[in-house]
């Protein structure tokens, strides 16, 4: 099994399903929402060899987290995973855009002055924004947009820029998530549970049920759910391969 977006951080029982991810799950990318947090959690998850931890400042808590963006600065040279990040331009944290967009260019400048990095990225009611600085910036790295819920010409442009999605059970199980799975290519898509904020049944998504996201990419792509499969499966050597994480 395999996760490119969890908040394992935040899940109620965390330490206690620990054990169970890093068995499961060949690889999950534990996203964080600030700098602190990242530093706590990389220390308490070092023991999980198949759980990394990115670094993060979450768009929706920008205001709050604002003074850590020093210090995120200065621990990108420490890692090679960054998420979450991105920008929310939703009527809810539109009052912050501006600075959300400041830091997001901060992040993405420094990212391609270290070398560049694995970036899961959030861009809800924000692609646009988010893509156009991810475009003046090349060098940052691998992106990975986190449930891409754009428009399909912004889709477009996020192919073109060499973007990567993470799909999760709750955006393929919409009609809008569906559409827009159908046109990104089959080659560039990675399981996420965005757990725990993403639930089934009132009941969290857990890492290792990310992915289910097969079935429905299955129809999505009229083949057997085995070769859905497998070209994740593929898709997952592929994107370690071309990061050097193999
Ligand atoms: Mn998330």
């Known amino acids: 099994m395999i996760d490119f977006h969890t908040h394992l951080d935040l899940y109620p029982n965390a330490l206690e399903i620990l054990p169970k991810v890093n068995e499961l799950n060949q690889f999950t990318l534990a996203v964080t929402t600030s700098p602190r947090a990242w530093i706590a959690t990389s220390k308490v998850f070092s023991n999980y060899s198949n759980i990394r931890v990115a670094l993060g400042l979450h768009p929706e808590i920008a205001d709050a987290k604002r003074d850590e963006t020093e210090l995120f600065l200065d621990c990108i040279a420490k890692t090679k995973f960054i998420g979450e990040i991105g920008i929310d331009g939703s ?47 090349p060098a940052a790295g691998t992106v990975i947009l986190h449930w891409f819920s754009g428009s399909v010409k912004e889709l477009e442009k996020a192919i073109a820029l060499g973007c990567w999605f993470s799909i999760g059970p709750s955006m393929i199980n919409s009609n809008t998530g569906k559409l827009l799975s159908e046109k990104m290519p089959i080659n560039r898509i990675l399981p996420e549970s965005d757990g725990p904020f993403s639930s089934r049944n009132n009941k969290p998504i857990m890492p290792w049920e990310a992915i289910s996201i097969t079935e429905e990419l299955s129809r999505v792509w009229k083949v057997p759910k085995s070769e859905a499969n497998d070209t994740i499966c593929n898709n997952y050597w592929q994107f370690m391969e071309i990061n050097n994480l193999v």
């Not at 400041?102 to 970036?119: H, M, P, V, Y």
């Open 91 to 137: 009527p809810r944290f539109a009052r912050t855009v501006s600075l959300q967009e400041s830091i997001f260019e901060q992040i993405i400048r420094t990212s391609a002055r270290n070398g560049g990095k694995i970036l899961s990225v959030h861009t809800r009611g924000a692609t646009s924004k988010v893509l156009s600085i991810l475009e003046r910036f």
